[in-house]
């Protein structure tokens, strides 16, 4: 069967840049840097600069010097409760004035949900030195194999001499 008429390949063409890359790695022109600083996936066409949607909620600001984190995700804690506890009354007695209690318990619950974000980085860093330690464990244990073999192997032949 042949194949229609203007039908070369099943496959498109290479792209025209193709032939700036030769065999060699050397001759490999670096990739242009994006002209503001943001760069485009190839995938999704998505920026890759990353930003932050403003949330227009008053957030606990932990860049004091003096900021204890578990102190005041306990007092966020505690005020959550003591919310849910007013909401529940108010739902009880005035159910049309719950908008409030609402957004109360939501501005609690983004505060907490942005400090638990701030211990990100220290849990990737921990995370980090834990699976290095393993490396290291591991890799030292194997030193001590070998070196247990290699002079197993040496008294060995030793006793042939």
Known sequence: ???PPGVTSSFPPPPHYY???ASDET???PPALPA???GITCMYGRSTVEVLPTL???LVDPAQPDFNHTAALKKLNQSLLYSFLELVDTLLFAPSQTSQKTKDIETILYNMHH???TFRPHQARQTLLVMLEDQIARR????R?????FEQARSQLLDLT
């Open 145 to 149: 194999k070998l070196n247990t073999a």
């Open 56 to 58: 227009d909620v008053p």
């Open 115 to 117: 400090l638990y974000n």
């Open 1 to 3: 069967m042949e194949p």
């Open 27 to 29: 001759s490999l022109p």
């Open 140 to 143: 030292t244990e194997a030193v």
């Open 36 to 38: 503001d600083g943001a």
């Open 19 to 21: 032939r700036l890359y």
